[in-house]
């Protein structure tokens, strides 16, 4: 993409550039042209009207009987054309536009022999022109009239050669072109390097835009200039600094969001709680009131305190699993055992399971690789899913089942399936069930983001979680969490 | 890439079929016949009518006196319906002679020479020039270089003097009358040359070959501030006339002086029509006598009497 529009760029400067300096180049040319004709006019028709005035001066001193007739002119022609080798031919009309005086005779090409032909002295006062004769070249056609106002004696039609003014223009032609070859691949090198100086700093700024990690967010290593990329590179630093506070302030959310979640998950769990905690107190009770029974008994009264010991032992442990639960962490990543952070949230779980006459199945594989993921928001996820479980099947007189089952799935990722018969979801439903707030449950009996919660810390892990479900049969949930965590 | 290639392959050609095809354009030169000299304005019809010709004497070079008189004679032609042309003599006697033998019928003579052949030919003078001051005279002027410590006639004793043609009024001037008047003879000058052109004896003295030159007061007004230095100044004399054979037709004479007469170098569309004519008459003509010329001629028949030297 980058190389194209590079191309792209240098392809169309480098034809703007060769046309413009072709247009240059050719106005160029023929201003130059131009003025070494008109110069080259110029001098002839100076030579020309000097010879001229020679010449009518003759032509008056015969009239004028100071000199001969016979013979004079012709002197003056050949003596003129001796001393100037610029003139290839010279012809002179009576004032008849009869041939009066001509250089040469020689030549047999009527075009050439008589110039005249195509410029005839008919023509009067024509005064240039150009021409390319068989015999000479490229000849410089003067003409001028001998001529004292309206006192005229004829004309004189000269002939210049032109051929080294036209090398000149050859060798201009080719200077010209060279030059402008030369400055348009020089120019076109110079864009080139330029092109490629600029899209390898928008390559680099691009580079490091698709390396971008929210995770590991670092400043970036271009060097912001004072120009349009500099701006670029300072605003994409900027960006990435806003970036990272407004992540920063959503995992802030997102944390308030799980503890509330959380918390409403332990309140779910108050009720369980409270029995199991309220069985060892029963016995604690039952113990205290057999010591006060028999207070001397010391060997009883040891044996009940030992039972006591082991009611607070067993309260302490739940609360402390209680604890543990609710507390609330920041993001931790660790290598743990997904089947052992299973069986913490399943201890939570006892009584309600058996209150409600629920089967827990396991099928952990027993040797599946530790999973780099948070144990405590992992935790939360089982626990919403086996709660979501447990109220489908609260209906059930007979209880049912939850099937748990861990499993490696291809080189790296844990399949983690819970599976339930509960009353499932209807299909309508099935599509919103990660929907934030969305819930079929009963005013206050659940917050609606349970599940949502569940998929964005799954996401966060780098897992995929999902779900299948056929009202009246049971609901499936499929998670599959990469063994290396998130990249 | 290939299409790349190709597609930078083809602008080469075409550039290349782009430059190959100005090239040919631009070496071929040949152009078409442009007009540099206006046409020239017609002769009047000549209608059988006979051409009268005018004679100049040769104060300049042939060519010279067709830049500067044949405007005149177009001018008279187109205003008379008379064909007036040219003809040029060798020397100011050869006009005379011209005159004597009918070759010409008019022409423009300078006032000596006029002065002496109006004594034995059958000529009269009908117009005389005006300066650019548009008086009917001109001056005769004793020019020196710049730095020459010439000042006055009085200084010339021992020098060297060029003058225009023996029969000018310049050339006579100095010699036959305004030596005698500071009291010195031809012989006290180391030397007098005469040349054919009031100009040439400008650049004699320029060039120091000369100490001191006489011209008439429009030529070295030419040089004046560009190495000349106008040391005395002869009265007014009547200006160059123009004459006519006494037998010619006087209605020609009469449309001649007509003609002439008109020219009013005030109007600008006659200074432009007098652009090209000899200066020495392109401010206009009045009537001439014969009198007008007497005192002059007065002057040179009693010098003539005495002895130069």
Known sequence: MMRSLKARIVLFLGILMIVLTMMISIILLYQWRSLILENQRQNALAVARTFAASILDGLIYQESGLLPNEGYLENQIHNFLGKNNQVRWLVMYDRDGHVAVRSSFESSDPGDAGEAEALPPAAGRTGTRIYRSRSFGWILETALPLQIHSKSWGELH????????????????????????????????????????????????????????????????????????????????????????????????????????????????????????????????????????????????????????????????????????????AKQTVAMELNNEIEKVLSLLTYRLSKNQIIIEKKFQSDLPLLHADPHLIQEVIMNLLLNSMDSMEEEEE????????????????????????CGIDSRDLDKI??????????????????????GIIESHGGTITCQSRPYRGTTFHITLPIQGAK | MKSRIALILLILIFFLALTLLVYRNF?????????VFPPAAPLAAAGGRDTVHVGVISRFSPNLIYEGYQPIMDYLSRETGIIFALRLSSSYEETIAQLDQGQIQSAFLGTYLYLKARRDHPIRCILKPLNSQLQPYFHSMVITRDDSPIR???????????????????GNWLLGYELQ??????????????????????????????????????????????????????????????????????????????????????????????????????????PAEESDYDQVDAIFAALEKEPRR
């Open chain 1, 158 to 329: 000269m002939g210049f050669d032109l051929e080294p003014a036209r090398a000149r223009l050859q060798r201009l032609f080719f200077l010209i072109f060279g030059l402008a070859v030369l400055f348009v691949v020089s120019i076109t090198a110079f864009i080139w390097f330029f092109i490629n100086r600029v899209t390898q700093s928008l390559g680099r700024l691009v580079t490091e835009m698709k390396q971008f990690d929210l995770d590991n967010i670092t400043p970036t290593q271009m060097k912001a200039g004072e120009d349009e990329i500099g701006v670029l590179v300072s605003n994409f630093e900027k960006m990435k600094q806003r970036l990272q506070q407004s992540r920063q302030q959503l995992l802030n959310a997102q944390r308030q969001i799980y503890h509330a979640e959380k918390l409403a998950s332990i309140g779910r769990l108050a009720s369980g709680v409270a029995h199991e905690i309220n069985n060892p107190l029963h016995g604690m009770k039952s113990c205290l009131y057999a010591i006060a029974q028999e207070p001397r008994n010391l060997p009883e009264v040891k044996r009940y305190l030992g039972l006591a010991d082991e009611a607070l032992d067993h309260i302490a442990l739940i609360v402390q699993k209680l604890l543990g639960f609710s507390r609330q962490h």
């Open chain 2, 152 to 170: 006055s006639i009085s200084d010339l004793a021992g020098k060297r003097l060029a003058l225009p043609s023996a029969l000018s009024f310049s």
């Open chain 2, 27 to 35: 070496m071929d030169i040949t152009t078409a016949p442009d007009t």
């Open chain 1, 434 to 455: 990660f929907d934030p707030f969305f819930t079929t449950k009963d005013e206050g009996k659940g917050t609606g983001l349970g599940l949502s919660v569940s998929l």
């Open chain 1, 399 to 422: 209880g049912g089942t939850i099937r748990i089952t861990t499993a490696r799935n291809g080189e790296g990722h844990i399949h983690l399936e819970i599976a339930d018969t509960g």
């Open chain 2, 181 to 286: 008047r500071h009291g010195l003879k031809v012989s006290d000058l180391d030397s007098v040359r005469y040349f054919g052109f009031h100009h040439t004896v400008v650049y004699q003295v320029l060039l120091g070959r000369f100490d001191a030159g006489v011209v008439k007061d429009r030529v070295a007004a030419e040089f004046t501030g560009k190495g000349i230095r106008v040391i005395a100044v002869s009265r007014e004399i009547p200006g160059s006339p123009i004459i006519v054979r006494r037998d010619l037709d006087p209605l020609i004479t009469e449309a001649m002086v007509k003609a002439l007469l008109r020219i009013d170098a005030r109007r600008p569309d006659h200074r432009a029509l007098v652009r090209d004519w000899d200066p020495e008459f392109a401010w206009g003509f009045v």
